[in-house]
């Protein structure tokens, strides 16, 4: 999809929810937080790293169908929980994800040469 097209059918949106057995980090999830939309993930790989469970959002254990169900269904239930956890989102995302900072860190890296003795912002 373009970018457009993921950011109208988010604004039409009142949750993420990608359950799997294995992920890296998808772009998705980061684009739901920003766009004020909470998120329901299995707890896999660099998912926490992102998606705090009970205030961005909802991780649960892969293959627990029972809790999917159970986390999806609170949000829809309760409209107040899903727009604290989008605030919430959009503000870690602002907070961990700023594109300034994360420009300058990867351009002084380009400058120095690499990774090695940089910490990232």
Do not use: C
């Not at 998705?28 to 205030?55: N, W």
């Not at 809790?67 to 107040?80: G, V």
Request: proline residues 7%; charged residues 25%; aromatic residues 4%.
């Amino acid at each position: 999809m373009t970018q457009p097209q993921v950011a109208d059918l988010l604004a039409n949106s009142d949750m993420l929810v990608l359950p799997s057995f294995a992920e890296g980090l998808p772009v998705v999830y980061m684009e739901a937080l920003a766009s004020r939309i909470p998120v329901v993930a299995s707890r896999v790989a660099g998912v926490q790293e992102l998606v705090e469970d009970g205030v961005t959002g909802f991780t649960v254990p892969p293959g627990d169908v029972a809790t999917l169900a159970d986390r999806m269904s609170r949000l829809m239930a309760n409209p107040e929980l899903s727009a604290r956890m989008g605030e919430a989102g959009r503000k870690a995302v602002e907070r961990e994800h700023d594109i300034a900072r994360e420009g300058a860190w990867l351009a002084e890296l380009f400058r120095s040469g690499g990774p090695e003795g940089k910490l990232r912002p």
